[in-house]
């Protein structure tokens, strides 16, 4: 059965989560306190080889809300960086031309391809780094990113515009939005998520890139990013090997005892 149907991407039907989605988002500092004890699971995701990650940070957000993230992925092995722009208030003048400036001193500085990851706006830059500078980029990973659906699919578009200054509206009209970028790229959503319609989030298949996949966990849109299970999905995903032979997997959960219960299968 089909995640959506082209019905389910209109306007009319793709609502911004309820109430009591919304509500549920103060589960979120829970979420950053499971990580301990989850710690002993989470070091035994794969480790990496050591390449370069920028993480970007969502709406209003900093470099100070992904250093949990790149501390954990630090211990599997990559080098991280964190976006350096201060505060996340949308894509104003210089702001991608500084992200793409990071992306090639970051690959220049490790000398080979860079990993992008994007928590729910910053996910957006990611993907379309990644579209610009395919040559650069090894893989894309998104947190709650709403590149799916209409700009009134998420309860945050009016905090967009008064952050920015801009109109949501025109500006996703500069972008092709649900256009996967053209190298291996995972979106990983919450149905539980009371920012974002999940829907939004769910990549249809790509003809012209077929190294794209959902990963769903149970979490909120403000804890997506400090939660032990997507923290595993992103440790499971870098550390996929790259090089000629070599062939792109989808992620599989791991076998260990109510993983099903920690990522559902997104197809039921």
Not at 11 to 30: F, I, K
Not at 58 to 70: F, M
Not at 155 to 162: L, P, S
Request: aromatic content about 8%; overall charge neutral.
């Amino acid at each position: 059965m089909p995640l959506f149907n082209k019905k389910d991407t209109e306007p009319d039907h793709m609502p911004p989560p309820g109430l009591p989605l919304l509500a549920l988002e103060l589960r979120a500092p829970w979420e950053f306190g499971a990580v301990l004890p989850a710690w002993p699971v989470l070091q035994r995701a794969p480790l990496g080889d050591g390449h370069a990650v920028i993480v970007f940070p969502g709406l209003t957000a900093g470099d100070a809300t992904t250093v949990p993230l790149r501390r954990y992925l630090e211990s599997r092995n990559y080098e991280t960086l964190g976006w350096g722009q201060g505060l996340n208030l949308g894509p104003r003048e210089g702001v991608l031309d500084n992200a793409k400036r990071q992306l090639q001193a970051a690959y220049d500085a490790s000398g080979g391809k860079v990993s992008l990851v994007g928590w729910s706006l910053g996910g957006i830059y990611a993907r379309e780094l990644a579209k610009e500078m395919p040559e650069l980029v090894r893989c894309v990973m998104t947190l709650g990113t709403p590149f799916a659906g209409p700009h009134t699919s998420t309860n945050a578009w009016r905090i967009y515009q008064f952050a920015s200054g801009r109109s949501v509206e025109r500006e996703a009209e500069s972008y092709n939005l649900p256009e996967a970028p053209p190298v291996p790229t995972s979106s990983i959503y919450s149905r539980s998520d009371g920012v974002v319609a999940w829907r939004g989030s769910i990549q249809a298949p790509a003809r012209h890139n077929p190294h794209t996949e959902n990963i769903e966990v149970v979490a909120s849109h403000f804890g997506i990013g400090l939660n032990p299970s997507a923290w595993w999905a992103v440790a499971d995903r870098l550390s996929q090997p790259q090089g000629p032979g070599v062939v792109w997997q989808p992620f599989q959960r791991p076998q260990l005892p109510g993983m099903h219960l920690i990522f559902p299968d997104p197809h039921r």
